[in-house]
Nanobody
Framework: VQLQASGGGLVQAGGSLELSCVAS????????LGWFRQAPGKEREFVAA????????NYADSVKGRFAISRDSPKKAAYLRMNSLEPEDTAVYYC?????????????????WGQGTLVTVSS
C-alpha cells in the first residue's frame, strides 16, 4: 500500500489549503482514514479522522470548526480542507489508513502512512 499526500505549500495566516491523499495498490475501502501532523521539534499529533463510509468525522480541538475531512472511496482518496489557517498549523501533514473500519486519534491504530506534505503558514 502506498499513500501519496499532496497539496501542501506556503500560505498566509487566514488562508486556506486542501490536502489530498491517494492510495495506490490498496484494494479495500473498508478502513477508516486519518490525518496527523508533526511540527518541528514536536511529536506527531492527531488532526482528523473519518470512518469507512465517510461518516463520523472527528477532529482535534485545535482544528475543530476550521478543518474538514472527507473521502472519495471509489477514487481511494481522502481530503483535508483547511480554512482560517494559523501559524500554529505549520507542520508536515500525514494521511494514514486505520486498522479498523473507523478512524481514531491514536497513531498506533493506523497501519499505513503517507510520506507527508509540508504546510507552512506565515503570519
Amino acid at each position: 500500500v502506498q499513500l501519496q499526500a499532496s497539496g501542501g505549500g506556503l500560505v498566509q495566516a487566514g488562508g486556506s489549503l486542501e490536502l489530498s491523499c491517494v492510495a495506490s495498490k490498496y484494494t479495500s475501502s473498508n478502513n477508516g482514514l486519518g490525518w496527523f501532523r508533526q511540527a518541528p521539534g514536536k511529536e506527531r499529533e492527531f488532526v482528523a479522522a473519518i470512518n469507512w463510509r465517510g461518516g463520523s468525522p472527528n477532529y482535534a480541538d485545535s482544528v475543530k470548526g476550521r478543518f474538514a475531512i472527507s473521502r472519495d472511496s471509489p477514487k481511494k482518496a481522502a481530503y483535508l480542507r483547511m480554512n482560517s489557517l494559523e501559524p500554529e498549523d505549520t507542520a508536515v501533514y500525514y494521511c494514514a489508513v486505520s486498522r479498523f473500519a473507523y478512524g481514531t486519534s491514536r497513531p498506533e491504530d493506523y497501519q499505513y502512512w503517507g510520506q507527508g506534505t509540508l504546510v507552512t503558514v506565515s503570519s
